[in-house]
Structures are given as C-alpha cells and as structure tokens.
C-alpha cells in the first residue's frame, strides 16, 4: 500500500496562475520534505517541515504542514514555466531524518 | 562544491548480466542512501550507510543486490545476476550526520534490464 498519496497526480497551468499540490499521509509524519525534480536530474530540496500548523515560504513557493502533521500542501504563486517539473513529497516516518518514503509525484506543466 | 554524482547516467544490459552503480556522496557527508524508481511506482528507499556501515538495509529486495562503502567515501551497488524487473532509475542521496538534515540526491542511473 502507498505510504504517502499524492494529488493530483499531474497538472497543466497556464502562466501567472496559483497552484496547489497535496501530500497527505494515514500515520502522523516526523519529517516531511518537498522536492522537484527535472527530467534527467536529481531531486532538488525545496523545504522541510516539522513541526505541526508549520509553514515555510521560499521565493513563490509556501509549504504548509497540518496540526495533525499527517498531510501537507505545497502552494505556488503566480506560477512560471522554470515552475515546471515533477514536485514529490518525502517523509521520515520513523524520526531522524534516515530513510525516506515517497509519494509518487506531481507533473506540473506550466504553459506560457 | 560538487553535489551528488553518479556514474553512469544510463546502463543497458541484458537479463542476466552484472552491473555496478557508483555513488560519490558531498564530501564529508556521512549518510549515504540508495533509493530506486520503478516506473510507475514512487521511489523507494533501499539501504542506508553510515561511514562505512550498513545502518539499514532493509529496503534491498533480494541477495542479488550487494552495496559497499569501502572507507565510509564513495559507495558501490552490484546487481548480480540482473533481472527485469530491476530495470529503473536508482538514486543516490547523502546528507551530514546531524538528525533533520535534507539529503541531498544525485541525479540518478537510469538502468534497463532487456
């Protein structure tokens, strides 16, 4: 079964629009991260959120964590073409930032 | 400073073949990670080393699968004998051994199995 689900599972914006991604999980999360990936490339960090009700914003790009610390949502303002790429939500489950479990991803395709 | 590289990019072999993935973390980073991607499915974690350690390898899939850290640097993934299904992308991540640190990933080798 899938540890962490992800939605929508792809995304086609037109530039200048806001966007949102969603990561939710079913057992409360110690560490939960944001990557984007570009086809041929590593993950690159974005944030990471640990603690419940946290936000974090970075340029365009806020990230926010529930109470709960069981879902999350990656929130994009104004979005640009450089937006465009693969966006997956990692989450350490057991406490200290060892392994990792992924959600399958968001497709984000962001039109000129 | 050099991020995260892995060698080679692409590998195609046939089924029953051997192949080695090279890992070569930041230098200085401690925790080194494999992950993989099977198409479709979301990355998985496979092993984690510390220095030169297997701190957790409970995500490798069978005895065909053998990694190394020889001197806690660079690390090593032999697929012996390949199969299809290891066909994927697998990811090398390291970070600093300090709790919440981000891992940091490379950019992958994409490996076929035909």
């Known amino acids: 079964s899938q540890e962490l689900e992800q939605s929508p599972q792809s995304l086609i914006v037109q530039e200048g629009k806001n966007l949102t991604i969603n990561c939710t999980s079913s057992?409360?999360?110690?560490?939960l991260y944001w990557y984007k990936q570009k086809y041929g490339e590593g993950l690159i960090f974005l944030m990471m959120?640990?603690?419940?009700?946290e936000e974090k914003s970075h340029e365009k790009i806020t990230a926010k964590l529930d109470e709960k610390k069981q879902q999350s949502s990656l929130h994009i303002t104004a979005s640009q073409p450089s937006h465009a790429g693969i966006y997956l939500c990692?989450?350490?489950?057991?406490?200290?930032?060892?392994?990792?479990?992924f959600g399958k991803g968001t497709k984000l395709t962001v039109n000129p | 400073e050099a991020g995260v590289t892995q060698f080679p990019s692409h590998s195609v072999i046939e089924k029953g073949q051997t192949v080695t993935l090279r890992c070569d973390p930041i230098?200085?980073?401690?925790?080194l990670y494999w992950y993989r991607r099977v198409m479709g499915k979301e990355i998985k974690f496979l092993l984690h080393?510390?220095?030169?350690?297997?701190?957790?390898e409970s995500g490798m899939p069978n005895n065909r699968f053998l990694a190394e850290r020889t001197g806690g640097t660079y690390s090593t993934l032999k697929v012996q004998p390949a199969e299809l299904e290891d066909s994927g992308v697998y990811f090398c991540?390291?970070?600093?051994?300090?709790?919440?640190?981000?891992?940091?990933f490379g950019p992958g080798t994409r490996l076929t199995v035909l």
């Open positions: 991540a390291s970070s600093q051994l300090r709790q919440w640190d981000e891992q940091f």
């Open positions: 057992k409360t999360l110690y560490g």
């Open positions: 959120l640990q603690k419940g009700g």
């Open positions: 990692g989450a350490d489950k057991q406490g200290g930032s060892e392994k990792l479990v």
């Open positions: 230098s200085g980073h401690d925790n």
């Open positions: 080393f510390v220095k030169e350690s297997k701190q957790d």
